[in-house]
């Protein structure tokens, strides 16, 4: 099993910036791709940035957001600047992967989610 761990979330004004975290831990497991996702109130989640070979952002946070990996550390980040009141929402992590256990399987895992607000 493999655990996913965010933080970095919190409440920031209009124009500000935030960096979140997401730390993989768990049995012996190698990172393939990795994801950010979204979701607010009362909206589907979206997907917002993903990084595997290279990265891929979503059209709303295009040149706002940087999405970055850590594989030393089995670690995502979400670098979020010139943040707008709408970018508010609970952020997921969200990892694929691989265990080379036995004949070896994939598995996908999700974290927990932290919530950003941006207030005007």
């Known amino acids: 099993q493999v655990n996913l761990v965010e933080s970095g979330g919190g409440l920031v004004r209009a124009g500000g910036s935030l960096k979140l975290s997401c730390v993989a831990s768990?049995?012996?497991?190698?990172?393939?791709?990795m994801a950010w996702y979204r979701q607010a109130p009362g909206k589907q989640r979206e997907l917002v940035a993903t990084i595997t070979g290279g990265t891929d952002y979503a059209d709303s946070v295009k040149g706002r957001f940087t999405i970055s990996r850590d594989d030393a550390k089995n670690t995502v980040y979400l670098q979020m600047n010139s943040l707008k009141p709408e970018d508010t929402a609970v952020y997921y992590c969200?990892?694929?992967?691989?265990?080379?256990?036995?004949?070896?399987?994939?598995?996908?895992?999700w974290g927990q989610g932290t919530q950003v607000t941006v207030s005007p």
């Open positions: 768990g049995d012996t497991f190698m990172l393939n791709t």
């Open positions: 969200y990892v694929h992967g691989f265990v080379p256990k036995g004949l070896g399987y994939d598995f996908e895992s």
